[in-house]
């Protein structure tokens, strides 16, 4: 029975050394282990990763790994060593400076690379061990980049995803690592790889197109013989557990307890954890210049400040902690007084209960970080406040801007900005306030943790059934041969070819492409076999196609399938109408609207329309380009047309199409042996008419719906003529 693997360089559960030296096990409450609580614990699924604990003792290990069985978890042991040069060197030292575009924190050590490799190396055998062919991978983060492309080595038709949630920078970013192709190469081994913004995406794309040579057909690259996709999934929160949590008792009792300590003061709210990534300086920064600007705040505003530890004896991070509290203390003492504290500072991590307590009484939540991948702290404050009153102020650096555009988005570098972007936030009206914050409510309702897990693994599944449904092999020497055999036994040959870039090359002026001499001398030899039906089916208009081809005894159908011509006999066209798709494309169309904010459906009587004036900018065009070649992958055996308008995509009924009309011909007509040949996009139509016996060719291009590919028209004649010799 086929199951799903989570892999994640941690984890969901903390395993510590109680004062008897005996392991206790805590759960994990963070939103990953929230939204994949639903694929890991159902039936033999399984999460695998480091339990957060270094152990040498073989007992001990049994131990934990019999004790976080239980939880469908399993571990991979790392040494004080992995964890130094892997984790807080490679990983930390390198991987995350560079893609936060602090390039100038980045070190570039061969020996953390050689560690990087090793645990990517060393995850990846644990998976294999786990993993049988029909199994489903889904990868997480930075610190497994290299591990797709190890399993894919050994179990090459495994289902498997990636997720990065870290940002991914722009290719003059990228390229300072000098590992940066076989990163590349690591994370291609993957089916489906996500990130979180569309912007990512595209840095992405851009770096493997100008690093690894390849290019990608709206976000879909051919790696080898695999067709990968890449898409952005904003990651959400569990907008329920937070809701629910700003509204408990707990809440509101250290609500009230917080607001009699502070006194009547109007809180700002800053909670982040230890990273320079955050812009924490800088928005202490805004706050003193706040004080300067508009006095009168002074005595009537505070800012709780909590900062959550991390890594804080690594000398960057030890440098900000005290740059942190230097200006907290000279802000302090600038402008405090008895009765009145600018900064409340923490210095740890605080329980749901007493987050959702400060969530519920900020009036300000200043989210300002310098780059972040999505940041969902923002998330969890709009979601907390249950009156709906309440200003975000959002970096527009991070993934979350993206969604929270009713925020008060901010350059994080713009300190004058940020300073005037507090001043609206307090004196912004409550009905502005409620306006915005049902607007974000509704979006986070909607795009929340689950959503982001039935999304990706959704696309995932879409991906595979593309894969195994045009899975093409090379038309060699043992193929060609079982090929004729079946061509000499059989009495009723039907021979499908397309005509431009299948029997004759490209030119410039497509007039030229008139056959030459040694097509024509084919073409005949071909068409004066009696057991032989030979048919050219091609986008060329019939008077073209009448003129080239019409010498032969061959049928023809020309303008892709609109006008069908028997030897010797006239034109007809062929027409039939359906009306029973919408069904079928209707939940397509929904699903771009869940992936795709600000998109909608427009129902109309014969057509259906998806609008995107309202999506973000680049987002639009790329889902655009997405849904119209998912569009016409499912309807090339139907009689869809898919139109691309201003800012929409419009489907409507098409009366034909190349593998409509073949497959009318074949109806019509006794066969033993089915071949078609043909080397674009309206050509899989042909291709997905044919009986599955047939012998289906792409010229070309190995990603296709057809059984065999050759390289160029050159082979095409060299195959018609070994049919010719047998």
Known sequence: MSKTIIVSNRLPVKIQRNEKKKLEYHSSAGGLATGLGSIYKQGNNLWIGWPGIVTNKKEEKAEITQGIQKESMFPVFLTEEDIRDFYEGFSNETLWPNFHYFNQYAVYEPRLWEAYKRVNRKFADEIIKKTDPDDTLWIHDYQLMLVPDMIRKVHPNVSMGFFLHIPFPSYEIFRLIPWRKEILHGVLGSDLIGFHTYDDMRHFLSSVSRIVGLSNNQGQLVVGNRRVMVDSFPMGIDYDKYAEAAASPEALEREVHYRISLGDQKLILSIDRLDYSKGIPQRLQAFDMFFERYPQYRNKISLILVVVPSRDQVGKYKELKEEIEGLVGRINGKYGKINWTPIHFFYRSFPLGELSAFYRMADVALVTPMRDGMNLVCKEFIASKINRKGVLILSEMCGASKELSDAILINPNDLNQIVEAIYRALTMPEEEQILHNTNMQNSLKRYNISHWVDLFMNSLNIIKEMQSSMQTHKLDDL??????????????????????????????????????????????????????????????????????????????????????????????????????WKKEILPVLELYVNRTPGSFIEEKDFSLVWHYRKVETGLGELRTRELTSHLKYLSSNSNLQVLEGDMVVEIKDREVNKGRTALQWLQSHEHDFVMAIGDDFTDEDTFKAMPKDAYTIKVGSVTSAARFNVNTYKDVRNVLKAMLAY
Do not use: C
């Open 479 to 580: 193929s060609l041969e079982k090929m004729l055999k079946e061509f000499s036994k059989a009495e009723k040959r039907v021979i499908f070819l397309d005509y431009d870039g299948t029997l004759t090359g490209f030119v410039s002026d497509p007039r030229e492409a008139k056959p030459d001499e040694e097509l024509i001398d084919i073409m005949r030899r071909l068409a004066k076999e009696p057991k032989n039906s030979v048919v050219v089916i091609s986008g060329r208009d019939k008077d073209t196609l009448q003129e080239w081809m019409g010498e032969f005894n061959v049928d023809l159908i020309a303008e892709h399938g609109v006008w069908t011509r028997e030897h010797s006999k006239d034109w007809k066209t062929v027409v039939a109408m359906k009306n029973t």
